[in-house]
């Protein structure tokens, strides 16, 4: 018998009664495969690019992991080219279709299309992947985008209705004086949010002095934070952090931190998910880090199948601590396309540069911009009313080996200045990245 709601949850999408001990995990990974062979064979039926991209592959075939090194991938530029040939359902079925800019380019965007059946899934998902975290009666601030039906604000607050509590979702996540006096208002008992919103609101609220004892627990989404700003959601709000993982190809759910905050157990009813080397496309052992793959098992408007996700991260090894047979998906690490090459060939990625400038106890968020023709890395920094840590933060920088090198052998250039000053932040709703400006034209 299980307790789990994860495990009801999957007890119920495995059409097995809610309270039966959850499966094995090699029984749980061969319900996965056959569901994988059915909508691999719904799709070179029903969908034009993988009639012809399946085309030769013995689907039949497919039972293990290992199995799927020899089907092609599919990759973002491929949705780009010609999404309606992606569908396996009639334009009448589609409930939502979202429309995905390519980041930091010109070309055209991503389109992905649900259907009313996907969506519900993906309530059903944050229903019981929050049902840990809010009790009924409670409410839940919740700093999430497009409340309009079929997008995440609404499908979220669907869920936690389900549940029997009530979601607040505030208008502009960029206020966070705004979000400080809805979380004080309302009496929240859970926060969620992107992570760089929840460290501005414990930095603002530790600058005031503010003790509250109301919020059980925080749910970070989108970015990965340093261990100082862990450390200091932590303290101000006294509670228990949880992490998710998502994105708009998964469906919006992915994976949710476990009580025992071992790992995000995967949301593996509706998808199967490897872990490859992303030089070579072979898969990793868990435990090792690489680019996400993901096929679905559940969608039924626009199946994927091995799409490479362009995000970071590992699957943990062996079996959680709370006896749940779904994998667990460790700490997401960015993207593999979120960095720049410094004069000199050093790499650097956002988190590097959240681990040296958040650590500074006035600093809310900030944003960067490169410009490899000038030699030139700016930073724009928002930070707590009334501060001034410029100097500081730039000393900081400087010290770091990999832009010391770069300063001390390649002449790169390092400027910092105050942004936003008045309790509002830079970042909103989308994910942060590194802005690389491109070379001036030549007249």
């Not at 100082?228 to 998964?250: L, N």
């Amino acid at each position: 018998m299980t307790d789990h709601p994860l495990g009801k949850w999957l007890n119920m999408r495995m059409d097995r009664a809610p309270e039966l001990q959850p499966v094995s995990v090699q029984e749980l990974q061969d319900w996965q495969f056959d569901r994988l062979r059915q909508t691999m064979f719904q799709a070179v039926r029903n969908c034009p690019f993988y009639h012809e991209r399946l085309a030769g592959v013995q689907i039949g075939a497919v039972h293990t992991p290992a199995d799927l090194e020899h089907i092609p991938f599919t990759t973002a530029d491929d949705l780009r080219s010609g999404p309606e040939n992606f569908l396996c359902a009639s334009q009448d079925e589609v409930a939502r279709a979202v429309t995905l800019a390519s980041s930091g380019s010109s070309g055209p965007p991503k389109r992905l299309f649900f259907t009313a059946g996907d969506l519900e899934r993906t309530i059903e998902f944050f229903q019981y992947g929050m049902s840990p975290m809010i009790k009924k009666d409670e409410n839940i601030l919740a700093i999430l985008p497009d409340s309009r039906p079929g997008g995440v604000g609404s499908l979220f607050s669907e869920s936690i209705s389900l549940i029997g509590g009530e979601t607040i979702l505030p208008v502009n996540p960029s206020y966070i004086s705004t979000l400080l006096n809805l979380l004080l208002d309302t009496h929240a008992s859970c926060i969620l949010g992107p992570a760089i919103q929840i460290h501005a609101l414990a930095r603002m609220l530790e600058s005031k002095g503010i003790t509250i004892n109301h919020v059980r627990s925080v749910l970070l989404c989108w970015d990965v934070l340093p261990q100082a700003s862990m450390q200091t959601i932590s303290r101000v709000f006294d509670c228990e952090i949880f992490s998710h993982w998502g994105m708009t190809e998964t469906c919006l759910g992915g994976g949710v931190d476990c009580c025992g905050g071992s790992g995000m157990h995967l949301r593996e009813p509706d998808f199967f998910l490897e872990i490859i080397n992303p030089a070579t496309g072979k898969q990793v052992p868990d435990g090792h880090k690489g680019e996400i793959v993901i096929s679905t098992i559940s969608r039924r408007a626009m199946p994927l199948i091995r799409y490479r996700a362009g995000d970071v991260g590992c699957i943990m090894p062996g079996q959680c601590s709370c006896g749940l047979p779904l994998r667990r998906l460790g700490a997401v690490e960015g993207r593999l396309d979120d960095g720049i090459i410094l004069p000199g060939g050093s790499r650097m990625d956002l988190n590097e540069f959240n681990n040296i400038i958040l650590a500074q106890k006035d600093i809310l968020d900030f944003t960067v911009e490169y410009q490899p023709d000038e030699l030139a890395l700016s930073f724009k920094l928002d930070v707590l009313p009334g501060s001034r840590p410029t100097p500081e933060v730039k000393q900081m920088l400087m010290e770091y080996h990999k832009i010391k090198q770069a300063c001390d052998n390649h002449n790169l250039n390092i400027s910092t200045r105050l942004a936003k000053q008045d309790g509002t932040i830079h970042s909103g709703f989308g994910k942060r990245s590194i802005t690389v400006k491109p070379p001036k034209a030549s007249v």
